[in-house]
């Protein structure tokens, strides 16, 4: 049974920090490439960030690049997102995903390229 467990989501004010987290189980955790999505009310369900199976390689959506990065531990079945200078406009539901890879290749970038979610945390950033 895989299974992904995110958590550190919160409420925080616009120029914080949170760093989420997702454990996951069920897995070769280092044979997957692992990624963060976001979904806020009303709409689609957006990329945020990646990573392949090792850390080496990462992919980030551009309203993201530079306040936000991905990280994994593979001794502790663990990826994390770091989350700096947040605004309102980042306040969705966080999930996890993983996709099972081969080798290191760059990590997909959109939805249909995972097979194992999470259930979400939820980030709301005030103004």
């Known amino acids: 049974q895989v299974q992904l467990v995110e958590s550190g989501g919160g409420l925080v004010q616009a120029g914080g920090s949170l760093r989420l987290t997702c454990v996951a189980s069920?897995?070769?955790?280092?044979?997957?490439?692992m990624g963060w999505f976001r979904q806020a009310p009303g709409k689609e369900r957006e990329f945020v960030a990646a990573?392949?199976?090792?850390?080496?390689?990462?992919v980030y959506e551009d309203s993201v690049k530079g306040r936000f990065t991905i990280s994994r531990d593979n001794a502790k079945n663990t990826v994390y997102l770091q989350m700096n200078s947040l605004r309102p406009g980042d306040t969705a539901v966080y999930y996890c995903?993983?996709?099972?890879?081969?080798?290191?290749?760059?990590?997909?970038?959109?939805?249909?390229?995972?097979?194992?979610w999470g259930q979400g945390t939820q980030v709301t950033v005030s103004s």
């Open positions: 995903a993983a996709r099972r890879v081969y080798a290191e290749y760059a990590p997909p970038t959109t939805a249909t390229g995972y097979a194992y």
């Open positions: 990573l392949s199976r090792s850390g080496g390689s990462t």
């Open positions: 069920g897995l070769t955790f280092s044979s997957y490439a």
